[in-house]
């Protein structure tokens, strides 16, 4: 780390099913970075981000962070979503004893020394939310979250509260992460027709469900703790209108600190829909620059230290750090969603709400009385959602010398078994009681609703005339594998033989244990065979459902591909369900293209519970295979390649196609950025209007000014009679392909970047403004940051307006399974230009061909098959004898005296591969010997060793060698 900078990491998701709120704290976190640096930095120096992607898997977030902490020796990390992540980070945190900032709002009961929480917690977002809406929309409610801790956690809160003010819970669901297909819940919650549906849905979920909400035209509004503006906007063409969350910040606050937000926001992304966790990451960022300019060692102790009695004034208003409990105090505002898409601030605060991790629901009205359930559908309908663990209890117990009942999670009483065993005094119990009422919620059957623990609680009733011997109450808790409590099973115990009632509590234990489990089993079949029967009737993809070999489930899409093509078919299947256990990871989906003499498939693959989900779409192909240098409607279906980070790396290009933001592409020369670059227009709604590109390294420093802006008559010597259009108003209404960006003269960028924001150019001696409407996309193999941090030859205010959507290309070195298959494309394409025989490779040129590192990546390759397609002639194949000498005796290079044949034609390559095999500090001497000899110029000693600049920067990090020194 040099002196004069700090880093900082941030570690949010830009890929996976919660980038999409995720991506939005991103680019908060770095525009509070900018805003830090450009008031002075912290004490004079820089703070640098440095940017990882968690993509939706707490697992990879784990990774991520330590790469951040060990590798890259950041100062603290911002960022984490879910609870998951954040749990799974934790350890990584104490490890290293490191600090992470995080942003999200979130369920409490978590106090941990190693993480500064600035997001909202339960009692900041509920405490004020929950009677308001009572008081004010209505009584009874339908909670509705994705299946994690999160949502698990805050409905327990909401119902607890709903019930303490008057309300009823009429029923709850979770849904796997990522869930979409809500059809069957909306008519469950048509029939119990409350009058609130509280979400705790994330990412694509959430979208789905408010998208499905107006669809199916349900007259219910939506409450949440979780979207906010940035998932409204996500609906188009959907409207949320009438909808309310619950947040510290809403965009729509009429402040003078929030309208400079909402402006410094917009100019530099473009966007001005920004939501509350945004503006808490925004805010994570400056919390942690103001603790780092108030101490003088850099340590996590000292910024802890350092932070204590913060206050800051930020876009929400007013927020401080509350040193005993490491939360803030943060304001709570109820928002509406109004026709423009935006949220109506209905109620606040007025001042920030203390913190309070854990919320204790003794703190509720402990006087207040539960009455009963009158509404005989409404207890129908409960009864009939609990009925397979009903039944599973009332014949397990059915021998049981004593009576019971069941109390779901809001405490209503829905069955009692063995009825005729029950005590005189409790004849008047019926289904529809409460167990939070004045009768039963002091004994064990409260305490365990109230609790909310694993172990059951127990009371005892001293004798009276009618039952002389006393009674033990006791609550038993049914949690099942899952972790989540479906209700409290209550059991009387007649004190008559005392000694054998803790006997009987074990083996109640047991058999209440087994029977949640057995429900839960239960409910994965019924689940399953209900995603199956969807999946049959909406997939437009083939699906085969393969567990140990053998073919569990295809839908009716799959039956006729497989009548089709039943030889293809079972090869695939063949091949995917074979795979080792340790090459099919959990959730993880893979995509991978196949293809048979006659159609080409993409084919995704998903192992999950033993099990392999196996997608086939099929992709257009045309009657003769398209031709890369046919580039106008080149699309992300024509780039060849069968690699998983390919494949990855296309799937963010089909991704950016659907947004509108600017893509940066990074990659070494050759890796086929213009490619990207004209498939991405072509995917885009752009795709009907200009694609222009211009290489920013070719045209002269004198010259490139007027090819992007244009310039009017007589602007300079030799200017085109009339004037001349820049490649700004050429390309207006489409794209404007920058390629090497990295060398753009610096005094341009300055004018790029007021272009960029102003969306208007003027002409080289003009003064007129040309409105001009043009998404960017910028290609450099330079390390554009490195250029920042090391040369300032890059603006970097230019760089966070290009870096909104980053794609990294693949060299071909990491892609080696898809040389033969470029190879053969390039063959057959020389084949037809020629109008000569197909040409094929031996097999000898094919594993040289695969041992070569390439250097020059795809164009380099591209030039060696057609220099062998020449030379081969009339024959039918590629043999080594007409590959370059290189290639041929690269794969043989550690063998004695190969340095001596390659003299003549790559002397660098070879010096580096046999300096690479021996010593560290040999390696070292290389890198110091080049530098001196090129004095120090970074450009010229990576051209001479062969490798990029990247890499060199890369190098010498790893072997400790300071630029400086070699000058």
């Known amino acids: 780390m040099k002196n004069d900078e700090l880093k900082v990491g941030i570690l949010f998701s830009l890929t996976g099913t919660t980038s999409i709120t995720e ?38 977030a784990a990774r991520k962070a330590e790469k951040l902490i060990i590798s890259d020796q950041v100062t603290a990390i911002v960022g984490i979503y879910t609870s998951g992540c954040r749990k799974i980070v934790i350890p990584v945190l104490e490890k290293h004893n490191a600090l992470l900032f995080y942003p999200t709002f979130y369920e409490g009961s978590e106090q941990h020394p190693n993480v500064i929480y600035c997001g909202s917690l339960p009692n900041q977002q509920l405490l004020d939310f929950i009677p308001w809406l009572i008081h004010n929309v209505g009584k009874s409610f339908y909670l509705l979250g994705s299946d994690y801790i999160y949502p698990l956690e805050t409905n327990r809160h909401i119902r607890q509260l709903i019930q303490s003010n008057g309300g009823t819970v009429y029923g709850e669901k979770h849904v796997a992460l990522g869930h979409q297909n809500f059809a069957k819940t909306l008519n469950e919650i ?134 005993s409990t490491q939360h803030l105090w943060l304001n709570s505002r109820i928002g509406k969603v109004n026709k423009s898409g935006r949220f109506t601030i209905v109620w606040e605060s007025g001042k920030p709400i203390a913190p309070i991790p854990f919320l204790e629901h003794e703190l509720l009205d402990p006087t207040l009385d539960f009455n009963p359930v009158d509404d005989t559908d409404y207890l129908k309908s409960k009864i009939m959602r609990h009925d397979p663990l009903l039944s599973i209890l009332k014949k397990s117990l059915a021998t049981m010398p004593v009576p019971f009942a069941y109390f779901d999670e809001d405490g209503v009483m829905l069955e009692i078994f063995n009825s005729s065993l029950i005590p005189a005094h409790l004849h008047e119990l019926k289904p529809g009681d409460n167990g939070y009422s004045a009768s039963l919620g002091n004994s064990g059957i409260g305490l365990a609703l ?172 045309q009657m003769h295979r398209f031709s890369l240098k046919e580039r106008r409607s080149l699309t992300t279906n024509d780039l060849i390649g069968l690699n998983d980070l390919f494949l990855q790396t296309i799937e963010f290009a ?139 030859s890059f603006r970097s205010d230019l760089y966070y307006r290009l870096n909104v959507f980053t794609i990294e290309l693949i060299p071909l070195r990491k892609r080696t399974e898809d040389i033969i298959e470029l190879s053969s494309y390039y063959l057959e394409e020389l084949g037809a230009e020629m109008e000569q025989p197909r040409k094929d490779l031996s097999e000898e040129a094919a594993e040289l061909l695969r041992k070569y590192n390439w250097p020059g990546n795809i164009r380099e390759l591209n030039n060696v098959i057609e220099r062998a397609f020449y030379l081969a002639g009339e024959s039918p194949f590629i043999t080594a004898h007409h590959l370059p000498q290189f290639i041929v005796h690269y794969s043989n290079v550690s063998r004695v005296n190969e340095r001596d044949i390659l003299v003549d034609s790559l002397p660098d390559v070879t010096y580096i591969e046999e300096s690479i095999q021996k010593s560290d500090e040999h390696e070292r001497q290389v890198y110091i010997k080049a530098l001196m000899d090129y004095k120090g110029n970074i450009s010229k000693t990576a051209k001479h060793l062969g490798i990029s600049r990247t890499t060199l920067y890369s190098k010498l990090k790893e072997h400790n060698i300071q630029n400086e020194r070699v000058k």
């Not at 976190?29 to 707490?58: C, F, M, Q, W, Y």
């Not at 789905?208 to 107006?214: A, D, K, T």
Request: aromatic share 8%.
């Open 23 to 60: 991506q939005g704290l991103h680019q908060a976190s770095l525009l509070a970075i900018r805003h830090v640096n450009e008031s002075g930095g912290i004490n004079g120096k820089t703070l640098v981000p440095i940017v990882e992607d968690a993509a939706s898997d707490p697992y990879i």
């Open 450 to 621: 109230r609790k909310y623990s694993s172990s059951y609680e127990v009371t005892r009733e001293p004798g009276s005339g009618e039952s002389p011997n006393g009674m033990t109450t006791v609550g038993f808790p049914i949690i099942g594998n899952s972790g989540v409590r479906k209700g409290v099973l209550a059991v009387w115990i007649p004190d008559t033989a005392p000694e054998s009632t803790e006997l009987l509590l074990t083996s109640i234990v047991s058999i209440v244990h087994v029977c949640a489990n057995m429900a839960d089993i239960e409910e994965e079949q019924r689940t399953l065979s209900d995603v199956l029967h969807g999946v049959s009737a909406q997939l437009t993809k083939s699906l085969f459902i393969v567990k140990e070999g053998r073919v569990l489930f295809q839908n009716q899409t799959a039956d006729t591909l497989f009548k089709r093509k039943r030889d293809f078919v079972n090869s695939v299947l063949l091949e995917l369900s074979s795979e080792q256990e340790e090459e099919s990871i959990e959730n993880i989906v893979r995509t991978l293209r196949r293809e048979d003499s006659e159609e080409s498939y993409e084919v995704k693959v998903i192992y999950k519970n033993s099990m392999h989900f196996i997608y086939f779409k099929p992709l257009p192909r």
């Open 190 to 323: 048509r029939g119990m027709n409350p009058d609130v549906i509280f979400s705790t849905l994330v990412g694509d979920s959430a979208l789905s469900f408010y998208q499905q909400h107006e669809k199916y035209k349900m007259h219910q509004p939506i409450a949440s703790t979780v979207s906010a503006e940035t998932e409204i906007v996500a609906l188009h063409p959907y409207r949320a209108l009438g909808h309310y969350s619950c947040f510290p910040y809403f965009s729509s606050i009429d402040s003078v600190s929030n309208r400079k937000f909402i402006t410094e926001f917009r100019q530099t992304y473009g966007t001005d829909i920004i939501s509350s966790m945004m503006e808490s990451a925004y805010n994570s960022v400056l919390l942690l620059a103001e603790a780092l300019k108030r101490t003088d060692t850099i340590s996590t102790d000292s910024i802890r230290s350092a932070l204590s009695g913060l206050s800051l004034e930020t876009p929400q208003g007013n927020v401080i750090f509350d040193s």
């Open 654 to 792: 089909r991704s950016a196609a659907k947004t509108k933001a600017n893509v940066l592409l990074l990659g070494e020369s050759g890796t086929g950025k213009e490619m990207f670059a004209r498939a991405i227009h072509n995917e885009s709604k752009r795709k009907d209007k200009p694609f222009v590109a211009i290489n920013c390294a070719a045209i002269s420093k004198e010259l490139i000014n007027a090819e992007l802006f244009g310039y009017e008559d007589g602007a300079f010597t030799g200017a085109k009679k009339g004037g001349n259009a820049g490649k700004f108003e050429i390309a207006n209404g489409g794209t404007l392909f920058l390629d090497e960006i990295g060398d753009m003269p610096i005094d341009l960028q300055t004018t790029l970047l007021r272009v960029l924001q102003e969306k208007e150019v003027v002409r080289v001696g003009g003064h007129k403004p040309i409105p001009v409407d043009v998404r960017i996309i910028a290609a450099t193999n330079k390390n554009l940051f490195q250029e920042i941090a090391y040369s300032g």
